[in-house]
C-alpha cells in the first residue's frame, strides 16, 4: 500500500469512527422519545381524523351540508344516510357509515346517544362498550371559546352535533398501568401528548364518561399551552 492510499484509508476510518460514534450518542435519545407512546392511541386518533375528512367531504350523513361530526366517536361508525329516513334496524336497507373501526366505536368514552334527527343508530346494536388496546376516546367539548357541537343548518335536521371548521378528539388510557400518556387531534391532523401517570378512571365504568376528565383535556389547547406542556408527535 502506497502513501496515498494509505492516507485514504484512515480518512475513511476515521469518517466511520465518527459516524459510528454519532449513532451511539443519538440512538439512546431516539429510544427514550419513543418509548412509552401510545402506539395504538396514535394510530386510532389519525383514524378519527381521516373519517371525519372523509364524512365533511362526502356528505355521509347526507344533510347536504359539508360539516364535519362534532357530536361523538361511535356517531362515525353508527350514524346513517339520511338519504334513508330513519335509522333502521335492517343494514341493507339502511347501513351505518362505519367510517372508523368498530372497536374504536365501542371505546368511545362518552356514554350519552345522540340521535341526529333519528338518523344514528344506537351502538348497542353494534357492540358493547370497551377500550381498545387499553385507550378510551372521547371527542372534545371546544377549541377556546369555540364550541364544537353547533347546528350547522342541516336538511333533514338534526340538532346540535356537527362544526363547519372543526373538531377535536382525545384518547386516554383506561387505566394507569395501560399507557401514561394523554393524546389529542384536531382537523390539523397533528396529535399532541401529555405525561400524565394519574389513573383518569378510578371507577372502572365502561364507558367511564367524560366526567373522569380533567376539563382541560376535553378543550382544545392554545398554542402557548401546547407549547408549554404538550409534545407534539409528526
Not at 362544526?163 to 382537523?187: H, K
Not at 401517570?197 to 378543550?219: C, D, F, K, M, Q
Request: with cysteine; charged share 20%.
Amino acid at each position: 500500500m502506497n502513501t496515498q492510499q494509505g492516507s485514504s484509508f484512515w480518512a475513511i476510518l476515521l469518517v466511520v469512527l465518527v459516524v459510528v460514534v454519532l449513532v451511539i450518542a443519538v440512538m439512546p435519545n431516539l429510544l427514550t422519545s419513543s418509548r412509552g407512546l401510545p402506539q395504538p392511541g396514535w394510530t386510532s386518533l389519525k383514524s378519527l381524523a381521516c373519517a371525519q375528512a372523509d364524512f365533511r367531504a362526502n356528505d355521509r350523513d347526507w344533510n347536504h351540508v359539508n360539516d364535519f361530526w362534532a357530536g361523538d366517536v361511535k356517531g362515525l361508525y353508527t350514524m346513517t344516510s339520511a338519504a334513508v329516513k330513519g335509522a333502521g334496524e335492517d343494514q341493507t336497507l339502511d347501513p351505518s357509515i362505519k367510517l372508523i373501526e368498530q372497536a374504536v366505536a365501542a371505546a368511545d368514552a362518552d356514554p350519552i346517544w345522540i340521535s341526529a334527527g333519528g338518523e344514528n343508530a344506537p351502538l348497542s346494536r353494534f357492540a358493547v362498550p370497551s377500550a381498545k388496546a387499553g385507550y378510551w376516546y372521547a371527542a372534545m367539548r371546544a377549541d377556546g371559546d369555540a364550541v364544537y357541537r353547533q347546528d350547522t343548518g342541516g336538511d333533514p335536521p338534526m340538532g346540535r352535533c356537527h362544526n363547519l371548521q372543526r373538531f377535536g378528539y382525545v384518547a386516554f388510557p383506561a387505566r394507569a398501568e395501560d399507557g401514561r400518556y394523554v393524546c389529542i387531534i384536531n382537523e390539523s391532523n397533528v396529535i399532541y401528548c401529555i405525561e400524565d401517570r394519574r389513573n383518569l378512571t378510578p371507577g372502572g365504568s365502561a364507558p367511564p364518561g367524560l366526567g373522569v376528565l380533567p376539563p382541560e383535556y376535553l378543550n382544545w389547547p392554545s398554542i402557548e399551552e401546547r407549547n408549554r406542556s404538550w409534545r407534539r408527535l409528526d
